[in-house]
Every structure is written in structure tokens, then in C-alpha cells.
């Protein structure tokens, strides 16, 4: 073949074409099985993280089946589904929020167990300013006081938005609580700079990052609305 005719260069880029593509295409097929497992291990260090405790990747699957002792299912009217094909923890929230109408979606509940004593886990979804943004509220045994709290999203702004996952904002919703008496009222997250000392129901939100900030508020208002009757049904139980 004359390596100096155009069809010699066509045909060599064809190959070049279908030999990296082929590689490619292999290689992501071949990592998939890591990535989801990746994927699977970092939920297991959010969740944990949001009852306070951390975990390395390696760490995560063992203290995930050591702490969580329960795993349910909602639907959207806050009923447990008990028999569900479904797995609470292989539902993505946040993938349903995007796609499903609200009475399709599915709402997981974790709960975590050290000592006798428990927790009660909820994952959340929600819209930021520039998109998705997604977390888990952790709850006292009493199904009211916030114990702890994680937050995260993958386009809001650096230094204003995107600080909802640092330690210092997510702290602030620590022994907050959702009911006033038997009243479902979540937590407001007011602009920042607001003076909310000795509010049991509002945060102060981030100073620059006020859509951000009440996409956090408006993600558990709406999401944790549909636990209350399971709440209340087990706050009764437990009196």
C-alpha cells in the first residue's frame, strides 16, 4: 500500500479509531464493577458519618454492618413497606427526586444502634443553585432532636453554596428539632447573619449562599414531612 495516498490515511484512522474505542469501551466496562462498589462504600461513610462516625473506605462495610441494625422502607404517604422487592439502601434519592413524581418516590430509613441506644437516619434530595444537592439528617431516639447531620452537592458555588458540606454549617442543625409540641414544623434555614440563638427551629443559613441555604431548608421540610407519621406512630409506641 502507498503510504503517501489519502486512502492509506483514512484507512489507518479508521483502524487507530476502532482499536482506542474498542479499549475504551473495555476498560469502562471492566472498572464498573469497582465504581458501583466505590459508590456503595461512600453512602455507607455518609450515613455513618451523619451519627458520628467516621470510617475509611476499607473500615466502611464493617462499621456500616455493625452500626445499622434496621433498614425501611416509606412510601410517599410515610407507610412502611414490608413487602417491597426493593432494598432501602439501594434506593438513589436523589436519582428519584430528578425523575419520579412525588407519590412514586421511595423514602429509606436506616437505623443505628451502639450501646442500647438509637438513632433514626433519613437520606434527603433537594435543588441547590446550580443543581442536585442531597444529605442525611440523623435523629435521637425521641424521633424529634437532630443528632447529627451531612450535606453535599456537585455544582454549587465554591466558598458560598458549597460550604453546606463543611463541619462548621452542618453542626449548626445539632439538637435542633422538627416538632413544636405535636406540630410538625422541620427546620428553617434563614439568611445568613440572622441571629437564631435559642430558636429550637431555625439555623442560620451562609452568608452569600442564601439559595443554597434555603434549598437545604426546603429539601427537609419536604422529605422529612413524609416520616412524620411514622414518627409520631413510634413516639407513641415508645411512651
Not at 451502639?114 to 443543581?131: C, F, N, Q, S, T
Not at 437532630?146 to 453554596?161: M, V, W
Not at 445539632?174 to 434555614?189: A, H, L, P, R
Request: without cysteine; charged residues 25%; aromatic residues 10%.
Amino acid at each position: 500500500m502507498d503510504v503517501n495516498k489519502n486512502s492509506y490515511t483514512f484507512a489507518f484512522s479508521a483502524i487507530l479509531v476502532v482499536v482506542v474505542g474498542a479499549s475504551l469501551a473495555f476498560a469502562a466496562e471492566s472498572l464498573k464493577p469497582m465504581q458501583k462498589e466505590n459508590v456503595r462504600l461512600e453512602k455507607m461513610q455518609n450515613i455513618l458519618a451523619s451519627v458520628k462516625i467516621e470510617a475509611t473506605p476499607e473500615e466502611a462495610k464493617a462499621k456500616f454492618d455493625q452500626y445499622i441494625v434496621e433498614e425501611k422502607l416509606l412510601d410517599n404517604d410515610g407507610t412502611v413497606l414490608t413487602e417491597s422487592e426493593l432494598a432501602a439502601f439501594d434506593i438513589d434519592v436523589v436519582k428519584e427526586y430528578k425523575t419520579l413524581d412525588a407519590d412514586k418516590r421511595h423514602y429509606p430509613l436506616f437505623v443505628f444502634e451502639d450501646g442500647g441506644e438509637r438513632k433514626y437516619i433519613v437520606p434527603l434530595a433537594g435543588k441547590g443553585l446550580w443543581g442536585p444537592i442531597w444529605g442525611y439528617i440523623a435523629f435521637d431516639g425521641d424521633m424529634n432532636t437532630i443528632y447529627g447531620s451531612t450535606f453535599d452537592h456537585k455544582t454549587e458555588t465554591p466558598g458560598l453554596g458549597a460550604e453546606i458540606n463543611q463541619t462548621w454549617f452542618q453542626e449548626r442543625f445539632i439538637g435542633k428539632t422538627i416538632f413544636n409540641g405535636s406540630d410538625y414544623v422541620s427546620v428553617e434555614v434563614v439568611k445568613g447573619g440572622t441571629d437564631v440563638e435559642g430558636q429550637d427551629h431555625m439555623v442560620d443559613g451562609i452568608s452569600g449562599g442564601t439559595i443554597t441555604s434555603k434549598g437545604v431548608g426546603e429539601m427537609m421540610e419536604r422529605t422529612l414531612n413524609v416520616y412524620v407519621p411514622y414518627f409520631k406512630g413510634n413516639q407513641k409506641a415508645a411512651l
